[in-house]
């Protein structure tokens, strides 16, 4: 009894004599995903440790170099001695062991593997440091402005900082860019070869409707950290939280802020995906060439490089000479077309394609010139019409019967939102009960039909693919 009294005694003593621990300096963001508005900002620009927050950018990179073709998810990999040695969390990766990039991304984006990250990183770009380069150059191109990247892990490392804004903008580009790969960040649990990995947000994916990601992080430096979003019917959400003092408070504090952005935000709202960006392979070398000869000679240089676009006229003159010549044909100009062409200018508009400082009424159509009625043509000539490719036989229907006007609103948006995997499908209408239809895109065939339905349930969006030949 005495022992336990001054046992306890000398652990209270412990406690008050022990320096008291800085808190984390907190910091927070609310985004509207669908137009990167901001709708709540504290501390949001102030340079702090993102912590695991970090290898949202690494695993950028990595589905850059899987989409470009430069890596397959079944490739093999070796694990450095210094990829092993990284301390927790961790998937325990030994030195000189081989294992499949697949599960080196899930361990990065389920439980926040250090090593893996690494192996990731070394895997893409040689080493750590060259991928760390990447990872703030590739930053500064999506707008992170004030963020500078030295591991691809997130270990605290002095200049390795970052805000709660950049993160928001780095959570928002990475759901709108690989949405076939998001869900990952919702997995519960998933199998990382070596073991089982469990999410490290699972508390907060199990607790909030609607949320589906996206990071944690913490260090002791950093506090605890988590970059999170969630959708309700068309909105969606995404909160930056950095320096939360337990894990339990930052997962209210970001529910708290996930309830205001939602009641911030408009029920409807344009959606505006942020700019794809083109990012070129990564260099695995430091040193230059001394002459392009010299490269050649040892196959550094496969390919010339492609020769700079031709300039393009000034938009100015481009419009006059379009007003000029839809002014002299407008009567030939058929109505539906010119719709159609006004609607696609404004997608060219909201992906920067075009001046900006222009609408879509300056550009107008520009009908062929009518054939001469007297050009004889040759007895001895006979052109044999062209036979138009055969459509696809497989469809794409969305999940659910709406009415005619829910539907074709439906049909829109889901084709703005997916306007690569869903180029060159019609939309359609099929009745399914009294003022009833269902959604549907048709002329796919099944590869395209199999990857848009995929991009879509990555998107929380519900589809099938059906088959027209039964």
């Not at 005694?9 to 669908?34: G, K, S």
């Not at 469990?198 to 950290?225: C, E, M, Q, S």
């Amino acid at each position: 009894m005495v022992y336990q009294a001054l046992r306890g005694c000398a652990l209270a003593l412990a406690l008050v004599c022990a320096p008291a621990v800085e808190a984390a300096q907190y910091a927070a963001l609310v985004m509207d995903a669908r137009n990167g508005r901001v709708l709540h900002a504290d501390n949001a620009d102030t340079r702090l440790h993102p912590a695991s927050l970090t290898k949202m950018m690494t695993l950028y990179l990595v589905f850059t170099e899987l989409r470009a073709g430069r890596m397959k998810v079944d490739q093999k990999v070796r694990v450095s001695k210094y990829a092993a040695s990284k301390p927790p969390s961790k998937l325990g990766l030994k030195a000189g062991q081989t294992i499949e990039l697949r599960y080196l991304i899930r361990a990065s984006a389920v439980k926040s593997a250090n090593d893996a990250a690494v192996v990731l990183a070394e895997a893409v770009s040689g080493s750590e440091a060259a991928f760390a380069r990447r990872m703030t150059e590739v930053g500064r191109a999506m707008g992170m402005r004030s963020t500078t990247f030295k591991n691809a892990s997130g270990l605290t490392q002095t200049g390795h900082l970052s805000t709660a804004r950049d993160m928001a903008v780095l959570g928002r580009q990475l759901f709108f860019d690989f949405p076939e790969y998001y869900n990952l960040f919702s997995r519960r649990s998933t199998n990382a070869k070596l073991t089982t990995v469990y999410n490290t947000n699972r508390r907060l994916l199990d607790a909030y409707p609607g949320a589906d990601g996206i990071k944690t992080g913490y260090t002791r430096a950093a506090g605890f950290n988590l970059v999170s979003s969630a959708e309700r019917g068309q909105e969606r959400v995404i909160v930056s939280v950095f320096g939360g003092r337990s894990s339990a408070t930052r997962n209210a504090k970001v529910a708290e802020l996930m309830d205001l952005g939602f009641g911030k935000m408009p029920r409807t709202a344009r959606v505006q995906r942020p700019a794809r960006l083109r990012i070129a392979a990564p260099s695995r070398s430091t040193q230059k060439p001394a002459t392009v000869a010299a490269a050649i000679s040892r196959g550094a240089v496969r390919t010339s490089r492609r020769p700079m676009p031709r300039p393009a006229a000034p938009a100015e003159v481009v419009i006059a000479e379009v007003r000029q010549i839809s002014t002299q044909s407008a009567k030939s100009v058929d109505t539906a077309v010119e719709e159609t062409v006004v609607a696609a200018v404004q997608v060219a508009l909201a992906a920067e394609e075009i001046a900006p400082d222009h609408s879509p009424a300056d550009f107008a159509i520009i009908p062929p010139r009518p054939r001469p009625a007297d050009l004889p043509v040759p007895k001895s000539i006979r052109v044999a019409a062209a036979k138009p490719p055969a459509p696809g036989r497989y469809v794409v229907e969305l999940g659910g019967s709406y009415s005619r006007g829910e539907a074709e609103r439906l049909l829109l948006r889901t084709a703005l939102q997916e306007l690569e995997a869903l180029e060159g499908s019609e939309r359609r209408l099929l009745p399914s009960g009294t003022g009833q239809y269902r959604a549907q895109f048709v002329g796919l065939t099944e590869a395209e039909a199999e990857t848009a339905c995929a991009r879509l349930a990555a998107r929380q969006t519900a589809c099938a693919v059906v088959s027209l030949d039964g």
